[in-house]
T-cell receptor, first 114, second 114 residues
Framework: DGGITQSPKYLFRKEGQNVTLSCEQN?????MYWYRQDPGQGLRLIYY???????QKGDIAEGYSVSREKKESFPLTVTSAQKNPTAFYLC?????????????FGNGTRLTVT | QKEVEQNSGPLSVPEGAIASLNCTYS??????FFWYRQYSGKSPELIMF????GDKEDGRFTAQLNKASQYVSLLIRDSQPSDSATYLC??????????????FGQGTTLQVKP
C-alpha cells in the first residue's frame, strides 16, 4: 500500500535539544513538504522540496532544517533555535510542487518540548 | 487580509441537514482549490478538489467555485454525526512568490447533532 510514514507518532524532548522527525513516502512523488499545525489554526508551511538535493524555505522556516538525500525521505530537524517547537507536525507529498495536485499527508508527529 | 479565510465556527447543524462551509481567498491568480477534512488529533484527508468555475459533485459533497468573487464553498448534504470534523480550505498561490504552494485556511469546525 502506497503512503507516507511519519515517525514517531509522539515525541517528547527537553528544551535546548535538537530533534529529528522522520518522513518516508513510497508514492514516487517528486515534491515533499513539512507543515506545522498549532491548536485552532491551519497548516503553516515550514519547508518544501521539489527534487532530491533541493529544498526551499516556507513561511516559518526559522529554527528548522531539512535534507532531501533520497526521493523517498524528507526528515525535519527542529533545532534549539525554534522558540515554540511544541506543535503537530505534518509531512506531505505530491507528484509536483506546482499546486495543481492535492497533497497526501502522513499521520503526523506530535512534538512536546518542556 | 489573510490569504485564505474561513469562519472558524463551530458550525452546528442537525443530522440530515445541509452543511455549508465557505472560504474566500485573496490571490486572483489561484487556479486549484481543495477541501480537506481533519478529525481531532488526525491528519487532513482530501475530500474534494475543484479547478473550474461552477459546481462539482461527489456523493454527498458538492464543491462550488466562483473565481470572480474569489469564493469557494463545500456543501455536505444529509449531514451525519460522522461528518463532525474541521474542514480546511486550501488554495494554490500563484502570486506574491507563492510559486504554486498550497495555502491553508484556519479551518471551520462542523458539529452535526443527532
Amino acid at each position: 500500500d502506497g503512503g507516507i510514514t511519519q515517525s514517531p507518532k509522539y515525541l517528547f524532548r527537553k528544551e535546548g535539544q535538537n530533534v529529528t522527525l522522520s518522513c518516508e513516502q513510497n508514492l514516487n512523488h517528486d515534491a515533499m513538504y513539512w507543515y506545522r499545525q498549532d491548536p485552532g489554526q491551519g497548516l503553516r508551511l515550514i519547508y518544501y522540496s521539489q527534487i532530491v538535493n533541493d529544498f526551499q524555505k516556507g513561511d516559518i522556516a526559522e529554527g528548522y532544517s531539512v535534507s532531501r538525500e533520497k526521493k523517498e525521505s524528507f526528515p525535519l530537524t527542529v533545532t534549539s533555535a525554534q522558540k515554540n517547537p511544541t506543535a503537530f507536525y505534518l509531512c506531505a507529498s505530491s507528484p509536483t510542487v506546482l499546486g495543481s495536485s492535492p497533497l497526501h499527508f502522513g499521520n503526523g508527529t506530535r512534538l512536546t518540548v518542556t | 487580509q489573510k490569504e485564505v479565510e474561513q469562519n472558524s465556527g463551530p458550525l452546528s447543524v442537525p443530522e440530515g441537514a445541509i452543511a455549508s462551509l465557505n472560504c474566500t481567498y485573496s490571490d486572483r491568480g489561484s487556479q486549484s482549490f481543495f477541501w480537506y477534512r481533519q478529525y481531532s488529533g488526525k491528519s487532513p484527508e482530501l475530500i474534494m478538489f475543484i479547478y473550474s468555475n461552477g459546481d462539482k459533485e461527489d456523493g454527498r459533497f458538492t464543491a462550488q467555485l466562483n473565481k470572480a468573487s474569489q469564493y469557494v464553498s463545500l456543501l455536505i448534504r444529509d449531514s451525519q454525526p460522522s461528518d463532525s470534523a474541521t474542514y480546511l480550505c486550501a488554495v494554490n498561490g500563484r502570486g506574491s512568490g507563492n510559486t504554486g504552494k498550497l495555502i491553508f485556511g484556519q479551518g471551520t469546525t462542523l458539529q452535526v447533532k443527532p
